[in-house]
């Protein structure tokens, strides 16, 4: 039980990440920094924090206090990526793109370094990363329990 607990979100992040290389819309190149990348088709964060609510909800019941308070958890990581880390995306191309229409200020490129700008999901990207983290968990469940 503790080992689904806490090997199957880890998986269902893993092949989240996975998955990212093969889907062409996210232009990514296989090396381990894209491994980790923040955005893209589908929402690795989505993926691990349903997989774990999930089995906690398999192994524990859907109504136990843990399960609730993994839900919960859930929310605010999905929202988290939705909004925040989206709006900072954001941000960041409003940023890079003054910083570079200031082409001849040569502190500024020494001083400020490009910021990310692919750094929240949109709702299908968490709602796809949400299915990958449900089935890995409930696979599990069933080929483990």
Do not use: C
Request: hydrophobic share 50%; net charge positive.
């Amino acid at each position: 039980m503790f080992y689904q607990i806490l090997l199957l979100p880890l998986i269902s992040l893993l092949v989240a990440q996975s998955a990212k290389f093969f889907i062409k819309a996210n232009k990514l190149s296989f090396n381990l920094k894209n491994l980790t990348a923040y955005a893209g088709m589908p929402s690795g964060h989505s993926a691990m924090i349903v997989s774990l609510a999930a089995i906690i909800g398999l192994e524990d019941g859907w109504r136990s206090p843990l399960f609730a308070v993994s839900f919960i958890l859930a929310i605010i990581v999905i929202r988290d990526a939705l909004g925040i880390r989206r709006y900072l995306g954001q941000h960041g191309r409003m940023l890079n793109a003054l910083v570079k229409d200031l082409d001849e200020d040569k502190m500024l490129d020494q001083h400020y370094p490009r910021l990310l700008e692919n750094i929240g999901h949109t709702p299908t990207q968490a709602l796809a990363g949400g299915l990958i983290g449900f089935f890995v968990s409930l696979i599990g469940y069933w080929l483990i329990g």
